[in-house]
């Protein structure tokens, strides 16, 4: 991972290629973590198809980063 810290996107919802590139992940590392992490935000699709694109909410992404942060930091005192 990189040392510098990304910046939040300004938009309300970011396609899953912008989080990946945001989080610093690839799409699989996305799928592996949904997966992992049931609390990890759920997708919003525009159309009930398989391949509709998916959208994330900006919002829930950055509370989900910050209750993992806040359990690592409350774990490590």
């Known amino acids: 991972m990189h040392t510098q810290a990304k910046q939040s996107p300004a938009k309300a919802l970011i396609r899953k290629t912008s989080l990946c590139s945001w989080l610093d992940i690839t799409p699989g590392g996305l ?3 949904k997966a992992k992490d049931p609390s990890f935000p759920k997708p919003i699709k525009d ?3 398989r391949q ?11 509370a989900w980063l910050q209750n993992k942060i806040a359990k690592r930091d409350g774990a490590a005192v």
């Open 52 to 62: 509709a694109a998916a959208y994330y909410v900006v919002a829930e992404v950055e």
């Open 31 to 33: 799928d592996k973590l």
């Open 47 to 49: 159309s009930p198809t």
